[in-house]
């Protein structure tokens, strides 16, 4: 059973850029597909931008392609999101999440396993 944990959130201003890592333990991140979700406050959590095992397919939702990309490094049992052009409404808790398969998986139901979630602040 895989273990998440996800770091590099913070406070940033309007236009700025975090990356977030999601690092993993317990088991091999390359048999798993990944994904990065969000929870802002009082809102249902969302997708942000999911990847296949192999790192070759990725996924986004919304206003997040252009300005967020997800990769991976399974050498290093390690997943990012790099995040460009922060708006306020980027402003969540952010999720990594994992589950078996190759292909990419979009919706959270098809995810087993989550990491504990990171902050981030985007003040206008």
């Known amino acids: 059973q895989v273990q998440l944990v996800e770091s590099g959130g913070g406070l940033v201003q309007a236009g700025g850029s975090l990356r977030l890592s999601c690092s993993a333990s317990?088991?091999?991140?390359?048999?798993?597909?990944m994904g990065w979700f969000r929870q802002a406050p009082g809102k249902e959590r969302e997708t942000v931008a999911a990847?296949?095992?192999?790192?070759?397919?990725?996924y986004y939702t919304g206003s997040k392609k252009g300005r967020f990309t997800i990769s991976r490094d399974n050498a290093k049992n390690t997943m990012y999101l790099q995040m460009n052009k922060l708006e306020p409404k980027d402003t969540a808790v952010y999720y990594c999440?994992?589950?078996?398969?190759?292909?990419?998986?979009?919706?959270?139901?098809?995810?087993?396993?989550w990491g504990p979630g990171t902050q981030v602040t985007v003040s206008s």
């Open positions: 999440a994992a589950t078996w398969g190759e292909a990419v998986r979009i919706t959270e139901k098809e995810y087993d396993y």
């Open positions: 990847i296949s095992r192999g790192g070759g397919t990725t």
């Open positions: 317990g088991s091999t991140l390359s048999s798993y597909v």
